[in-house]
């Protein structure tokens, strides 16, 4: 498909804040830059380990503080997207054997992967609103569905995505019981050209540019209803199976 997907969405609720985390990346700055267009919303912001407050995936207490400074500004948290993830590091590309597995480099990705945006959920779903439409996104990754796995490899992002699936799906069982009408999905963004994908752009694999997978990706998030809390879904707004 090359055109953003359109659904008969969900109003969102008058004003609100909007929040981007991750907001320096590829990714988040495009979003950011679509959200911060939408009059939607009376307030967008993007948080990073680079914004005033700072917030990074690997120190809980900047996430506290982060989510702190949120419930300060008056605004309900109508949307948060977590546009984190770590796929590969300097000196360490994605395994393709078992042979290639190192303890340090698997830590560090659950760490960014899973733990940090188990965190995000810790601070920041309670902030959603108890009434009215509320959303938290992060993006998963299609490689981390067990089921659509056919080629192996990449073992430390791909349990990590996972372990996120899962964090996902539980989280939004949680929040039903408190915030109905809140959602909380996994998202595939489809492959960005970004700074994380740059290594494999000569794959076979679609590209998508920032702005445009941005695009797509709202238009996702505006078709979702409360009953899909909890998915994993496509870039498309297809379902991605676990």
Request: net charge neutral; proline share 7%; aromatic share 6%.
């Amino acid at each position: 498909m090359d055109d953003a997907p359109t659904h008969s969405a969900n109003p969102w609720p008058a004003g609100g804040l909007a929040l981007v985390i991750g907001a320096s990346g590829g990714i988040g700055a495009a979003l950011l830059a679509h959200l911060q267009a939408d009059l939607r919303f009376a307030q967008v912001l993007g948080l990073s380990r680079s914004s005033q407050p700072a917030l990074d995936l690997l120190n809980e207490a900047s996430i506290a503080q982060a989510a702190a400074h949120v419930a300060g500004l008056g605004q309900p948290l109508r949307l948060l997207i977590d546009a984190t993830g770590l796929l590969h590091s300097p000196g360490q590309p994605p395994e393709k054997s078992w042979q290639q597995l190192d303890p340090v480099q698997m830590a560090q990705a659950f760490a960014v992967n899973a733990i940090g945006p188990a965190l995000l959920m810790k601070h920041f779903l309670p902030l959603l609103p108890r009434q009215g439409h509320a959303v938290f996104v992060t993006l998963s990754a299609k490689v981390g569905s067990i089921g659509d796995n056919k080629l192996g490899g990449w073992y430390s992002y791909r349990a990590s995505k996972a372990a996120l699936n899962q964090l996902v799906h539980t989280a939004a069982i949680e929040l039903r019981r408190r915030q109905p009408q809140a959602l909380c999905v996994a998202l595939h963004p489809g492959t960005v050209a970004t700074a994380l994908s740059a290594p494999f752009a000569k794959t076979g694999l679609q590209v998508q540019a920032p702005d445009h997978a941005a695009a797509r990706l709202l238009g996702v998030i505006d078709g979702l209803q409360a009953a899909d809390s909890g998915g994993f879904f496509n870039h498309d707004g297809s379902v991605l199976p676990w």
